[in-house]
């Protein structure tokens, strides 16, 4: 069955970074477009980032443009996003989520809190 787990997650203080990570099973990962979201307390799920298939398209979200990247290894079928300048408004929980035959599959997500 389809499976995302990501991992990565932490406290990290404004200014730092870290990189998400997300693997896959179930699915022909290299076939399959990918994307990040968020979900911060008391706010609805947001859309982060996406990448395509190949990898060769992506898309951001206007509050996480030139700090986050996303990326994929298709031979690991895995999904990554780098985040950089972390902001206290980038705490949220990220999850990873893809669309097969007009399902969304989501992972369990993973926190990620940006605190002095």
């Known amino acids: 069955q389809v499976q995302l787990v990501e991992s990565g997650g932490g406290l990290v203080q404004p200014g730092g970074s870290l990189r998400l990570s997300c693997a896959a099973s179930g699915f022909t990962f290299s076939r399959t477009p990918m994307s990040w979201y968020r979900q911060a307390p008391g706010k609805e799920r947001e859309l982060v980032a996406g990448?395509?298939?190949?990898?060769?398209?992506?898309n951001y979200a206007d509050s996480v443009k030139g700090r986050f990247t996303i990326s994929r290894d298709n031979d690991e079928n895995t999904v990554y996003l780098q985040m950089n300048s972390l902001k206290p408004e980038d705490t949220a929980v990220y999850y990873c989520?893809?669309?097969?035959?007009?399902?969304?599959?989501w992972g369990q997500g993973t926190q990620v809190t940006v605190a002095s």
């Open positions: 990448i395509s298939s190949g990898g060769g398209n992506t």
């Open positions: 989520k893809t669309v097969l035959l007009l399902r969304n599959y």
